[in-house]
């Protein structure tokens, strides 16, 4: 038992971090390099890869992945709040 231990600690440790997702990417640059411009392009797409990804790797035990999912959920409040400020400055 003491083996198993060890090396679910040693897997853990080379886990990425949750947070480095946590920052949306530039959303202009996200639509820009698309050919065509679409509503369904995601600048948090890396969040979103990064949190199915833990749940692949921990046999979707959804308890183990809380801090990729709130990573995600900061993304998208970023992202819709630089959406919000951005427009408000247009409107101006």
């Known amino acids: 038992m003491a083996r198993r231990k060890d090396e ?4 853990d440790q080379s886990e990425p971090s949750p947070w480095a997702t946590s920052k949306p990417n530039n959303y202009r640059d996200t639509f820009g390099a698309r050919s065509v411009t679409s509503e369904f ?3 948090c ?4 890869k990064a ?3 833990c749940l692949n790797r921990h046999d979707y035990d959804r308890d183990k992945c809380l801090d990729f999912f709130q990573a995600y959920r900061d993304c998208k409040k970023a992202w ?4 919000k ?3 408000r400055s247009l409107g101006d």
Request: hydrophobic content about 30%; cysteine-free; glycine content about 0%.
């Open 8 to 11: 679910a600690t040693s897997q």
């Open 80 to 83: 819709i709040e630089q959406r």
């Open 41 to 43: 392009a995601d600048p």
């Open 51 to 53: 949190s199915m990804e």
């Open 85 to 87: 400020s951005e427009r």
């Open 45 to 48: 797409v890396e969040a979103s």
